[in-house]
């Protein structure tokens, strides 16, 4: 792998076409994501589409926009790549997703395959062992009083029960972060913080592809359902591989940041925590709540198959769009008081896990994860409170943060 040299002529400024706005913003900048809100705004209110200059590429940010290309796959395809690059023009710099991306018919394939993998009776079957671990979890945090909510919490929770879930040995589970870290950077412009991770995850490559192999699955992990399907004909067992890949690059980072979310929220909305506490059956709102105010996965792109336009706007085969996922999560069109974290809101609809065909796969994972957590942290924590500067964590599609000081009282 050569992240340094994978997409060279990506990334020049490219003036915007004749009446599309362009702006100045670089949504992946670090002053972007200390705080991208005002950006957000004017991403939203400039125009439906607009142009980022630095980049040469199409943008847009408002729900209805963003909704309407996630669910018109034919001519937003994913298969030519979700991130800048695009794999027809840019190359590579691993070997394909096939599900994140791929379009029908072999999409339909992986999905289906990964619909039964990560499915509501399977998430059923994980949840007693699921919710003992966040218990015991939670006792000793509240034992502890003062702990880092990113390091042991919101890493350490996935970290413990999924890769056992999928059943992976234990050597080497130490390269899952910095992996998935590499991966989600990868799909931003190849810029210094994309070449940091692919550096720091160089070893983790092949380690993924090994850990993906049947026989380094134990017998009763779900990644063993993929081979499974394999073994009736569904895919191929080179498939099969690559779809265990695919649980493995995207199932930790992501809750990693949801918990993280989470957490961060009902620490800086004690109404909302107090909330949770008098009513349990709030977990599962409050944790899908984090995920349209956080919006962990905060950027997609899509590849334009044949001409079609945007807010008027002509766009040609192989054009790029980037869309804005946070951004429709907090569009004022959509949603009532958008930047306030209210965990009985009406949630349904965020683009936090996407939408249509392309939709989350592991989103029963992830909420079963989320809901476990809250609901041993409301049985056991009185109050929660933020003792130190966070820190956030930069990632060109992840938000999150890398360090989150707590201080919690026992109920
Ligand atoms: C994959 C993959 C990797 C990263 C994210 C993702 C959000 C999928 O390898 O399929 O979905």
Redesign the pocket.
Known sequence: MDGGKAFPELGGAVAPPPGVPGLDIDPFSEAFFADPYPDHARLRDTAPFVWLIKYGIGAIARYEDVRKVLLDWETFSSARGVGMADFAKHGRFRLP?????SDPPQHTRSRAVLNKTLSFLVMKSLRETFAAEADRMIDELVEKREFDGCAELAEAFPLRVFPDAIGMNREGRDNLLPY?DM??NS?GPPNQRFLASATRAEAAFTWVETQAQRENLSPDGFGQICYQAADKGEVTHKEAAMLV???L??GVD?TVNGIGAVLFALARFPGEWRKLRENRSLARPAFEEAIRFESP?QT?FRTVTRPTTLDGHPLAEGDKILMFLGAANRDPLKWENPDTFDIERPVAGHVGF?VGIHA?V?QLLARLEGEVVLDAMARKIGTIEVTGEPERRFNNTLRGLKKLPLRVTAV
């Open positions: 997703s096939i599900i994140l991306e998935g991966v989600f799909f890949r695919a649980i690059t995207a992501t996965v997609f996407g989350c592991g």
